[in-house]
């Protein structure tokens, strides 16, 4: 077990949009962040990325050995060029996710990753929030608490994670702890860059829409984005999550679009869904504070400022690495889980009571 003082702790992240992964360097005490150190990014090829697209929505299981392999060297890659950390927090790769259901699978070896870089690895962070009648996702609202703090933030805000799946974490940084009743309100908002992604890598063979450069050419398909948008998911309350898949009829939707109207609204669906998401907040958040790969797209940064009344700003904007802060995220829940500190909440995540997920592996 970790003492109580602030530790330099390493975090990878290799999310639903299958580009590679993030690793970054967090110095903090599972509570406060006392500083943000040095990180890193080792991209998948296009072969490695085809064997993980592959293995998408597989459970556990024979078959799997290729894609574990890809997984495990990218880590060792990635987590092997930052020496001195303390301990390491692993997410893996998420294959499949149906809470209530078969559970939830981050493919990753958390114990053959802790003998290959000589410190403890926390790992499986989501399987134990699941058992115990959570959603296991998202889990980076925790931190997004933290950074609230970090910045001192004063009034109601909110994160927007566009990765492969959009996540919102709202936050009342009046509060002592992020477990407190009415400090945070977290779910997935639905799908974000994955759909675009895809229909990327499907017609033209290039693995995002950078800048949005497409989108930006097309017109949005209203009926489309009006049938998607009926979906009953976003009538849920929250707390609730997604996987990756969770909406089949998207391509269908698109399929006899042309590139640049297909592109334009499955950005839109991307928007559309924040904007639906953004009215079960409890209170109006003052800004909205986005992260990930989605910020670097002018068009989807365009609608969401266009459908909100808030400020929408880059995490930039208040100092913080928005292609980190998913990395960042699961160093701080390693150094909680080893704390015995929870890292999900009902208002996270909807299990039952706060629960510190995650198991550690000894080098």
Known sequence: MLGKDAVWALGAMSGTSLDGVDAALLRTDGEVITDFGTSGYRAYSDGEREVLRAALGRWPGPGLEQALSVVQSAHVQALGQFPGAAIAGFHGQTLAHDPGGRGTHQLGDGQALARALGVPVVWDFRS?????????????????????KWIGADAPLAFLNLGGVGNLTWIDPSKARPEDPGALLAFDTGPANAPINDLMTRRRGQDCDRDGALAATGQVDQPALDSFLETQYFDRMPPKSLDRDDFPQIPELVRDLSDADAAATLTAMATGSVIRGMAHCPTPPTRLLVTGGGRHNPVMMGLLAAGLECEVLPVESVGLDGDM????AFAYLAVRVARGLPTSCPSTTGVGAPVSGGQISQP
């Open 128 to 148: 134990l929030d699941v058992a115990q009648g959570g959603q296991g996702a998202p889990l980076a609202p925790f931190f997004h608490f933290a950074c609230a």
């Open 325 to 328: 802060l998913e990395a960042q």
